[in-house]
């Protein structure tokens, strides 16, 4: 059958690929409405309104580059210090939430897809900006899944710097060239492609400039 999509996947894994690494919220689990609950939440403490349109700028931005953009929405500004505190208290508010995360939280076919690619002998590690990440996978009982976990703890340049991808590829053992990545923000397909890996775009070509394949979830590749 003439499925494109199909052909895609097949020669996405042609057996140059020994190495898969993950973008976490967007890829393998809806977290953004989390984040935005918490956003909003300190918004309203600052008196102004945060929307879900407003959200969609700090998917794959870092934590504190997140309330650089919430304080431009809100035409306030913060001192240092005020940023530090600010953004602590999202975060407890945002890991307050994540205690009522579970498996459903699973974006369609993450776990089967990791459970394939290592069953089929390809490395796993994740590439998030997010220093929650390790819980996170906890909570989804997902952390066997990975040979690598690369976070928010571990990096210093944010994405598209292409520091967390190469570490994870370092993780692996695997050359950047043989490593494909999956990613849900424009600035993650610019770090993979940075980083000399292939670049999977899960989201629509627009959005995402750059990647070698468009999926809507990792379900396309089962
Ligand atoms: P935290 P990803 C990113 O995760 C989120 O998309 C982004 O909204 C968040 O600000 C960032 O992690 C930092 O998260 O506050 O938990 O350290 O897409 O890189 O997996
Ligand atoms: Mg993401």
């Known amino acids: 059958m003439n499925d494109p999509l199909r052909m895609k996947r097949n020669k996405l894994l042609d057996g140059t690929i020994l190495g898969a690494l993950f973008d976490l919220d967007g890829v393998l689990v809806d977290t953004a409405k989390y984040h935005y609950l918490a956003w909003k939440r300190l918004a309203e403490e600052l008196g102004f309104c945060f929307t879900e349109a407003d959200n969609e700028r700090l998917k794959g931005v870092s934590r504190l580059r997140s309330l650089e953009i919430l304080l431009e929405v809100g035409h306030r500004s913060m001192n240092g210090e005020e940023k530090a505190a600010a953004a602590e208290k999202k975060n407890a508010w945002y890991v307050e939430y994540l205690s009522t995360l579970d498996t459903g939280a699973l974006l369609p076919g993450s ?12 490395k796993t590690a994740l590439g998030s900006a997010s220093k929650n990440a390790p819980l996170i996978l906890e909570r989804l009982g997902i952390t066997p899944l ?3 976990v690369i976070d928010g703890n571990l990096v210093s340049r944010a994405k598209p710097d292409p520091e967390v991808f190469l570490l994870g590829a370092e993780k692996l053992a695997l050359p950047p060239g043989s490593c494909v990545v999956f990613e ?15 670049a999977i775009g899960v989201g629509r070509p627009e959005n ?7 999926i809507n979830s990792l379900q396309d590749l089962l």
């Open 111 to 122: 776990r089967e897809y990791l459970e394939q690619l290592r069953l089929g002998g390809i």
């Open 146 to 148: 990975f040979d690598a």
């Open 184 to 198: 849900d923000s424009a600035a993650g397909i610019e770090a993979a492609r940075a980083g000399g890996m292939r």
């Open 208 to 214: 995402l400039p750059g990647a070698e394949l468009y």
